[in-house]
């Protein structure tokens, strides 16, 4: 009843940016905190930068001053801008979602399908 869907990932070149969305649809009544994580094969999964329904954020030291987060809450939407990417940035990059829907119930574990990232060196 509720779908994450990512888009925005590609390859890209060291140095260069790239411009990730996630649009939640369904019956949502409320979203809390929305947030971007990444995995590579083999490691777990790790949380990249977050974002709540007022505006405050959070991420990961590897990613500061590189990275954007931002919400537009009238479409449910959040980004992520990555900016100075690192081949260490590789990664398939998940959306997340707390959310409470219509029916009254709230997860804090709605995923999207991921998208791929891959920074060449």
């Known amino acids: 009843q509720v779908q994450l869907v990512e888009s925005g990932g590609s390859l890209v070149q060291a140095g260069g940016s790239l411009r990730l969305s996630c649009a939640a649809s369904g019956r949502i009544r409320s979203i809390n905190v929305m947030g971007w994580y990444r995995q590579v094969p083999g490691k777990q999964r790790e949380l990249v930068a977050s974002?709540?329904?007022?505006?405050?954020?959070n991420y990961a030291d590897s990613v500061k001053g590189r990275f954007t987060i931002s919400r537009d809450n009238a479409k449910n939407t959040v980004y992520l801008q990555m900016n100075s990417l690192k081949p260490e940035d590789t990664a398939v990059y998940y959306c997340n979602g707390d959310i409470t829907t219509v029916f009254g119930t709230r997860r804090l574990d709605y995923w999207g399908q991921g998208t791929q990232v891959t920074v060449s060196s």
């Open positions: 974002i709540t329904s007022g505006g405050s954020t």
